[in-house]
């Protein structure tokens, strides 16, 4: 292996107001134990905080990073972007706050050449430091707050609907015209479909592990995945017979209590068995899947499990018909 020759790489990150963790994922990324060549190419919005004044410092401090703009600030015309200006062969997709482990560019090139995969991918391994945030990062990775996804949970690897992030041929974006800006979310899971229907591999591999800093209050929770909820819909109507029950059950869900409470409310007494029953499931899950944790953290762990349940539920149930379709013409 000492001989062989290792293909060059380009890392394509979007960045939106990422002032608190953009510089330590740049320094994750340039610090990766990689034989090869390496660049970074930043997509810069117009954020609120210093991210780009910090970008254009890493960037005079490493010729190996180049910032270009993204005037909407939004993901898939950032990554775009950054992909059109980079230049090697594979391109390794990352978030402004995403951490890699130093073997994580190594893994992904050795996965891809194994497998002969179009992408792959690992696990989104979210870890908190707030006890909010530890909260949050146990729902992410646990069956009851995201389902089975193996990017989220883990699991042996092999061939998956879609990754986290993930490592990409640029044959295979190319072949299929790059990430749909009309996508302001679920932008990768819609990208791998059509990498899958044109013939392609998604490879996942728990060797792959991202550290990922989840949301830092209910609010920005409660947004993330309502916003989540609506888009996953979009991708349904897009491509049709790709829902299923992991992606049906929290809407199905919030239909469920609403109409128990209503049942409750107008003297039916069994309505209330529903909401309730939900509660207790979710308490239960909570005390289960909260071991380990700190006090402070397991107790917000059952509002942490409505919240992204209920968020991502109403967001898939509101989601407006004309969503994800370009904009008329003005004449």
Do not use: C
Not at 29 to 57: F, H, K, M, N, W
Not at 136 to 165: C, D, P, Q, W
Not at 293 to 300: D, E, K
Request: aromatic share 8%; hydrophobic share 40%.
């Amino acid at each position: 292996m000492g001989d062989r020759t290792w293909p060059a790489v380009s890392v394509v990150m979007p960045v939106l107001n990422e002032e608190r963790h953009l510089t330590e994922a740049v320094r994750r990324i340039l610090g990766q134990v990689y034989p090869g060549e390496l660049e970074l190419v930043l997509a810069v919005g117009p954020s609120r905080d210093r991210t780009e004044e910090i970008a254009r410092r890493l960037a005079a401090e490493d010729q190996r990073i180049i910032v270009v703009p993204n005037p909407t600030g939004r993901t898939p015309q950032g990554l775009n972007i950054a992909i059109k200006a980079s230049q090697y062969s594979i391109i390794v997709r990352v978030d402004g706050h995403s951490l890699l482990p130093d073997d994580y560019i190594r893994a992904a090139v050795e996965t891809m050449e194994e497998t002969g995969a179009d992408n792959v991918g690992g696990i989104m391994a979210a870890e908190g430091v707030t006890p909010f945030e530890q909260a949050v990062a146990r729902a992410m990775t646990s069956k009851i707050g995201v389902g089975n996804a193996r990017f989220h949970t883990g699991g042996e690897a092999g061939e998956v609907e879609t990754v986290y992030l993930g490592t990409f041929r640029r044959s295979a974006l190319e072949r299929v015209g790059g990430y749909d800006e009309t996508f302001v979310r679920a932008q990768d899971w819609e990208m791998n479909h059509r990498i899958r229907q044109t013939g392609g591999t998604i490879y996942f591999t728990p060797r792959m592990r991202v550290t990922y800093r989840p949301r830092p209050n209910l609010r920005a929770l409660a947004k993330q995945y309502f916003h989540t909820g609506r888009w996953r819909r979009v991708v349904g109507r897009e491509h049709q017979g790709t829902l299923n029950f992991r992606y049906l059950a929290p809407p199905i869900a919030v239909v469920a209590i609403v109409a128990g409470v209503v049942a409750g409310a107008f003297g039916f007494w069994p309505g209330w068995i529903i909401p309730g029953a939900y509660a207790a499931g979710i308490v239960i899950g909570a005390a289960v899947e909260g071991r380990g944790l700190p006090p402070s953290a397991w107790v917000r762990l059952p509002l942490v499990f409505a919240t992204m349940h209920l968020s991502w539920g109403v967001g898939f149930l509101t989601s407006p018909p004309g969503l994800g379709q370009p904009s008329p013409a003005k004449s």
